[in-house]
């Protein structure tokens, strides 16, 4: 039994069409309309009107056609890198990142500008400034701008987490999503940072072609993005995923999992032996280095990252689990190679296409790139529910 996402003609379901036959190409690279029409189940007029449509926005380009035997060869098609781009924005307590993409998913720029303070003015002119920023020294065409991606910590809302960094951002009372689109002049998508960072990789990383997978995502803490047919699963007030708060036994106690596995644990440790790093690239010297201290917080944080990479894998049944984030790459390949992947898994299945585990994007910006690559993923990806077929 297999989901595929189909068309619908009737004309209520437009833009979900639309949907479908960009993520037709995109996926194919290049494709003919009637193997859209095969695959999506609509019809070669609904097809080619879709088409017509597409090319006259600039979202896609006629490459040629290619031979398929007898009569005229099919004309092909494939998505216009410049007919659009998306606008990634990063909130940190400290800091503002921003970044715009093709459609394609290529980087055209990044920038980052420190933030003075968190309120909610001083945030704001701090985004669109360097939102500003970004489109000017792309000369991005701003009319091809299709939205932007805002992410923040996480969790959102008053909940009963705290000390996550999300409570220093005065968002409660308001709905960030509408305060930003009417600041940028765009449609925004607000997402956290490991949500973002997983449709990042759908977009343009290692999960590219899948449409089931977790995102362990070593932000400050240590969060979960998971999709699913490609579409996150958010919960009901956009909270799922906050992995690292379960708690982990730890020297007799109880204690939240991300403080033995994630950027700020490892810098606690260094920090309480009289070691204080500030960049990735600090650590990775001190792993090349062979730090005593640094390689005892990775052989602890072993056994806790291996009961995490257990709960995902049986609550989620994904097709892999990624780990990326802002940790260098030293540190995920250490950590990949020395989880202890269990038995009693969902997961351990003959005849698989993928690894049970995978590294991902890595660095300070795989969150702000993630933030853009949510609204190309939601113009890649119908909304409307696939049909099941056996």
Not at 204 to 212: E, K, S
């Amino acid at each position: 039994m297999t989901d595929i996402v189909v068309g619908a003609n009737a004309e209520r379901s437009r833009n979900h069409n639309r949907q479908v036959v960009l993520g037709r190409i995109r996926a194919a690279g290049q494709i003919g309309r009637a193997e859209i029409a095969r695959a999506s189940g609509l019809s070669i007029q609904a097809v080619s009107n879709i088409i017509a449509n597409l090319l006259e926005d600039g979202l896609i380009v006629e490459m040629g056609r290619r031979s398929a035997g007898r009569g005229q060869p099919p004309v092909q098609y494939a998505i216009h890198a410049q007919g659009g781009f998306a606008l990634g924005v990063e909130i940190r307590p400290d800091a503002v990142f921003a970044a715009v993409l093709d459609l394609c998913g290529s980087t055209i720029c990044a920038e980052r500008t420190p933030l003075p303070a968190t309120d909610r003015a001083t945030i704001t002119r701090s985004v669109v400034g360097l939102c500003d920023r970004v489109l000017t020294e792309s000369a991005t065409p701003r009319e091809r701008v299709l939205g932007a991606g805002v992410v923040m910590p996480g969790p959102f809302g008053i909940t009963g987490i705290k000390g996550s960094g999300s409570e220093l951002l005065p968002w409660d009372d308001t709905a960030p999503d509408a305060w930003f689109a009417e600041a940028l002049g765009v449609p925004v998508v607000v997402e956290n940072d490991a949500n973002a960072a997983a449709i990042a990789e759908r977009i343009a990383g290692v999960a590219q072609g899948l449409d089931t997978y977790a995102f362990l995502y070593f932000g400050t803490g240590l969060g979960l993005g998971s999709v699913h047919k490609g579409r996150l699963i958010a919960g009901a007030f956009g909270n799922a995923g906050e992995i690292g708060h379960i708690p982990v036994p730890a020297a007799g106690r109880s204690v939240p999992l991300e403080s033995l596995v994630s950027r700020l644990s490892v810098r606690r440790t260094l920090h309480d032996a009289g070691i204080d790093v500030s960049s990735g690239d600090e650590i990775t010297r001190l792993y090349e280095e062979r730090n005593p201290v640094l390689l005892a917080w990775l052989e602890a944080a072993i056994e806790p990252l291996s009961a995490a990479v257990t709960i995902v894998e049986n609550l989620f049944d994904p097709e892999t689990v990624i780990l990326g984030g802002a940790m260098p790459d030293a540190i995920l390949d250490h950590l990949l190679a020395s989880v202890r992947l269990p038995t009693r898994s969902v997961s351990l299945r003959a005849r698989r296409s993928r690894p049970r585990l995978m590294r991902g994007a890595s660095g300070r910006m795989t969150a702000t790139l993630g933030a853009a690559a949510l609204v190309l993923n939601q113009a890649f990806t119908p909304q409307i529910a696939a049909q099941t077929q056996t």
